[in-house]
C-alpha cells in the first residue's frame, strides 16, 4: 500500500454526491491500491456526507469557487459550471505527493493505478478540440504554491469557457507539447466520442479504461426502470449507462433510505 497517492473529485450538491459515490465503488470494483477523497461544499447535506465518508478515505469541506462568468458558458450552454472553479481547490490537498482528480460522472471500468506514474499535468484530448485537454481526468501535484498562481492566473484572466477547463488549459498550455503528459484517450473516453465515431468505439472498446459522461445528460438522470432493471438510453451509451447504474444499485441505492 503506497500512500501519499489519492483519487480525487468533487460534489458541490446532493446530485453530484451520488455520482462521486458511484466514483468510488468503481474505483473499489477494479481494485484500485490508492484511496480516495471527497471535496464537498457547504450545500452538500448532512445525510449525503454520511454516505460519503462511508466510502471515501476522507470527506473535506472547501469554499464554492465560482468562475461567475456568464458570457462564456452562455457560449458552452452550460450555465452551471461556473462552480467547476471549486475544482482548483485539489491543489490544496498537500497531504498527498501525487493524485489524479476525477469527475464525479466518470467510470473507472479497468484498474488505473499506472497513472500515479505520470507527472503534472497529464490528461487526455478533448473531443471537442484535441489541442485542449479535457479537464475530467488529470494526474497533478498537490501544491499551495500552485493554488494561489491559478487563483491569481484566474482572477487576471478569467476562463475562456467560464469553467475550469478553460482556466486549466491555459496555465497548464505546455500541455500539447509534450508527448508524455498526452494520455490515451482511452483514459478519458467522453460519451460525445459514441455519436462522432462508433467503429473506433467498438474497435477499441474493450480496452476501455474510464468511461466520462460529459454534458448535462448525466447517469443519474436517465430513466431507469427498477423492475428490469435497465436504462432506456440510445444502444451504444446502454452498456456504460448500465454499468454505471449496476454499481449504483447494487453499492449506493440499497443504503439510501
Ligand atoms: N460539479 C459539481 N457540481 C455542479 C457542477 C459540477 O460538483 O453543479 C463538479 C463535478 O465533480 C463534475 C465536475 O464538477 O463532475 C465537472 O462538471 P461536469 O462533469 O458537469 O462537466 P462536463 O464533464 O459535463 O463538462
Ligand atoms: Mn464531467
Redesign the pocket.
Known sequence: FVLHRAWV?????DS?GL??LVVAHSLRRVGSSYPAVVLITPSVTAAMRERLRAVFAEVIAVDVLDSQDAAHLALLQ?P??G??F??IHCWNLTQYEKCVFL????LVVQNCDELFEREELSAAPDVGWPDCFNS?VFVFQPSADTFSRLIAFGQERGSFDG???GLLNSYFSNWSQDTNKRLPFLYNVTSAAFYSYLPALKHYGQDLKII?????A?PWLQQYNFESRSVDAPEHLKGFLQLWWDLFTSQVHTQLD
Not at 103 to 106: E, L, Q, R
Not at 212 to 216: E, K, L, N, Q, T
Open positions: 473529485t468533487l460534489a458541490t450538491n453530484y455520482g462521486a452550460r452551471e459550471l462552480i467547476t471549486t475544482k469527475d464525479a460522472d466518470i475530467g469553467g475550469d477547463q466520462h459522461f460529459i454534458g448535462a448525466k
